[in-house]
């Protein structure tokens, strides 16, 4: 039970957000996309409780602002700028406070987005990845006091709920018998291994089911009261998403119809898409030798999801700085730089060029291939997903005690975590 929740805290711990403003209700959105889908597939809309998308476009802590320029920076800058990494990267805090860069030129706003886009000798250019609205976010962080990362005060998460939750027993009354209802497709016809998920208002608590081979779902007997009942992972469906949805006990729940993204078998690369392959799918999708493949999932799979990477769009040089600190950096911060690295130089050169192929500025994706759903036996699980109060804190080695309480090691803070299941509470 303990590894089950175990990877449960890992999701929640990474994740967070805040609210996403108007959540259209499905039918309206559905019906606005259906009619261009017969000819050109049209972009699905963005649901921000979908997780992967909250993460893919760093929008945990913030949608947009200094709280996401912080997330931008943890990601994107920290590794080098940061009071311990070995490698001579100037420190960023106070920056605005000096009159000139290290180059010897004057030090503005002007000239701090310059080499943002741009990069410099030992610094990836961030122009191929990084909007104005990214850079414009990242550089109101660089003028914050704050900044830029201090590892006793980890961002909060907007939507943790749990520090007023009354004491419980236990969260879900029986692990069936709750509500219930059916996911059909836009001829009518039942789908499986669909993830239909409740989030509690009053808690945030995600309850995750999956429905079976004739479209039927069920939750666990879960506390009454208001919900939002949505898809969890839609990929070559439409978001579909439902709030204030009264819960009071065994409700029948109103038929959830999907419809698809396309016709076709094939998926448009809409970021929204991306956002949800997991990293065998992006294995499958990219182009390249079994060489190429290989060298990611020996050398970039201990740390980090493929999402991470998969994310950045470099060009050549800029990869060749990245791989460089991801196979020279020692220890999980990366922080201790180590020679000969972990690769052959001539290895990493290559790799940088299949990268620059694959994620750079003028790459285009194919279309997507996705992996079927689960089907059968693996439709009969409950997951649950708690916020964690703290985000960017890469939650480890959780563990429970005889009173049912799960304890978490922040990987990237020096503090520990308790989690009461029962009610979110940490
Ligand atoms: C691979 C390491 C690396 C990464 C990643 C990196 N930088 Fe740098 N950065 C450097 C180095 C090294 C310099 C000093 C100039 C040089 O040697 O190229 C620098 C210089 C700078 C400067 C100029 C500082 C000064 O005092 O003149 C700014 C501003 C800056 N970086 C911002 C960023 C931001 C923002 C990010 C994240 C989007 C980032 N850097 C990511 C290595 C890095
Ligand atoms: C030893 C641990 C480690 C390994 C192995 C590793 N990384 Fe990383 N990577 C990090 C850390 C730490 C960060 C900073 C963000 C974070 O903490 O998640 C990062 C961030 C990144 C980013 C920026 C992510 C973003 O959010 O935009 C890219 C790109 C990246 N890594 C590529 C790679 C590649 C390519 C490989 C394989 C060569 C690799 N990493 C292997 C530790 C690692």
């Known amino acids: 039970m303990y590894s089950t929740m175990a990877k449960r805290i890992l999701t929640a711990a990474a994740i967070g957000l805040a609210s996403t403003g108007a959540i259209v209700g499905a039918s309206a959105q559905q019906q606005a996309r259906q009619a261009p889908a017969q000819t050109q597939p049209a972009e699905p809309a963005k649901d921000y409780n979908q997780r992967a998308l909250e993460i893919y476009e760093f929008r945990k802590a913030a949608q947009s602002g200094p709280a996401r320029g912080q997330e931008i920076y943890f990601y994107k800058c920290w590794m080098c700028h940061n009071e311990l990494a070995q490698g001579g990267a100037p420190k960023l805090g106070g920056l605005f406070k000096r009159t000139t860069l290290v180059t010897g030129d004057p030090l503005n706003d002007d000239t701090v987005r310059s080499q943002i886009r741009n990069g410099s000798a030992n610094m990836p250019a961030y122009k191929h990845v990084m909007s104005d609205a990214d850079v414009n976010d990242l550089v109101s962080w660089l003028h914050d006091e704050k900044c830029c990362w201090n590892s006793d005060a980890p961002p909060l998460n907007p939507r943790y709920k749990g520090s007023a939750a009354a004491p419980a027993k236990a969260l879900y009354g029986a692990l069936t018998g709750g509500p219930k209802g059916l996911v059909k497709n836009a001829r009518g016809e039942p789908i499986e291994?669909?993830?239909?998920?409740?989030?509690?208002?009053?808690?945030?608590?995600?309850?995750?089911?999956?429905?079976?081979?004739?479209?039927?779902?069920?939750?666990?007997?879960?506390?009454?009261?208001?919900?939002?009942?949505?898809?969890?992972?839609?990929?070559?469906?439409?978001?579909?998403?439902?709030?204030?949805?009264?819960?009071?006990?065994?409700?029948?729940?109103?038929?959830?119809?999907?419809?698809?993204?396309?016709?076709?078998?094939?998926?448009p690369p809409f970021p929204a898409i991306a956002a949800q392959l997991t990293g065998s799918e992006w294995l499958q999708n990219l182009p390249g030798t079994g060489e190429e493949k290989k060298t990611l999932t020996v050398y970039c799979n201990f740390c980090h999801e493929y999402q991470q990477i998969f994310r950045n769009r470099y060009d050549e040089n800029g990869w060749a700085k990245i791989i460089f600190r991801m196979t020279h950096g020692a220890g999980s911060p990366l922080i201790n730089i180590r020679n000969p690295g972990r690769l052959l130089a001539a290895d990493e050169a290559k790799f940088a060029h299949w990268l620059a192929t694959v994620r750079g500025p003028d790459s285009k994706d194919p279309n997507f291939v996705v992996q079927p759903r689960p089907q059968g036996r693996p439709t009969k699980v409950v997951i649950t997903e708690y916020e964690l109060p703290r985000l960017d804190i890469s939650a480890h080695d959780t563990s429970g005690d005889a009173q049912g309480r799960v304890y978490y090691s922040t990987h990237r803070s020096s503090y520990v975590g308790r989690l009461d299941p029962a009610n979110g509470h940490v």
């Open 193 to 267: 291994g669909i993830m239909v998920q409740l989030i509690a208002d009053a808690t945030a608590i995600r309850t995750t089911v999956f429905s079976h081979a004739d479209g039927r779902y069920e939750f666990p007997k879960v506390a009454p009261g208001a919900y939002t009942l949505r898809i969890a992972k839609p990929r070559e469906f439409y978001p579909w998403s439902k709030e204030k949805v009264a819960i009071k006990g065994a409700d029948a729940l109103e038929d959830i119809t999907l419809l698809r993204v396309t016709p076709g078998e094939f998926l």
